[in-house]
């Protein structure tokens, strides 16, 4: 199970600060990939980013409302299709 960040996200990059495990990032460039994404592999399910969220967008993969559901997939092809972890070197 792992944290998905939704549409909601606003770019406040509190989750980072908080995460044990630094799999959140700001995705880059911003005009192709606009959220923070959560590294489904990386992540330990320890929900510390959802309070920190101050826009309530992150949720346990299988809670993300039905009208985010879209997010969870881009999510995971940040990853596998985007930059992932490359994007903290642009």
């Known amino acids: 199970m792992t944290h998905v960040i939704t549409s909601i996200c606003v770019r406040d990059g509190a989750c980072t600060e908080v995460c044990p495990v630094e799999c959140i990032i700001p995705?880059?460039?911003?005009?192709?990939?606009?959220?923070?994404?959560?590294?489904?592999?990386?992540?330990?399910?320890?929900?510390?980013?959802?309070?920190?969220?101050?826009?309530d967008a992150i949720f346990p993969e299988d809670e993300v409302p039905d009208e985010y559901t879209k997010d969870i997939g881009k999510n995971v092809a940040f990853f596998t299709d985007g930059p992932g972890y490359d994007a903290l070197d642009m």
């Open 27 to 55: 995705g880059q460039p911003e005009e192709e990939w606009p959220l923070y994404y959560i590294d489904p592999d990386t992540c330990i399910d320890c929900g510390a980013c959802v309070p920190e969220c101050p826009v």
